[in-house]
């Protein structure tokens, strides 16, 4: 049996029965309620944080990417 794991966006989200679906994102997203899904769990704990988030929507060839900050255990 192979495994898959699919992306969607949210606000094109077409639920089914034959698949989980997980919401991963900090924030609930606007204009969505919440009963209108059918989602098997919200994941907001591995979601990026808000700092990696602008990070990425920021980010140029001349910053290094944070890691000490996010990969040290």
Same mark, same amino acid.
């Given at each position: 049996?192979?495994?898959? #794991?699919? #992306?969607?966006?949210? /606000? ?7 698949? &989980?679906?997980? $919401?991963?994102? =900090?924030?609930? !997203?606007?204009g #969505?309620?919440?009963?209108? $899904?059918? $989602?098997?769990?919200? $994941?907001?704990? &591995?979601? !990026?944080?808000?700092?990696? =988030?602008?990070?990425? =929507? ?11 900050? /996010?990969?040290?255990?």
């Amino acid at each position: 049996m192979k495994h898959a #794991i699919d #992306i969607q966006r949210i /606000y094109g989200h077409a639920g089914d029965d034959e698949h &989980v679906h997980f $919401l991963v994102d =900090r924030l609930w !997203p606007r204009g #969505i309620k919440k009963d209108s $899904l059918s $989602l098997d769990g919200w $994941l907001k704990d &591995v979601a !990026p944080s808000n700092e990696l =988030r602008d990070w990425f =929507r920021v980010s140029d060839s001349a910053r290094p990417f944070p890691s000490a900050e /996010y990969f040290d255990a």
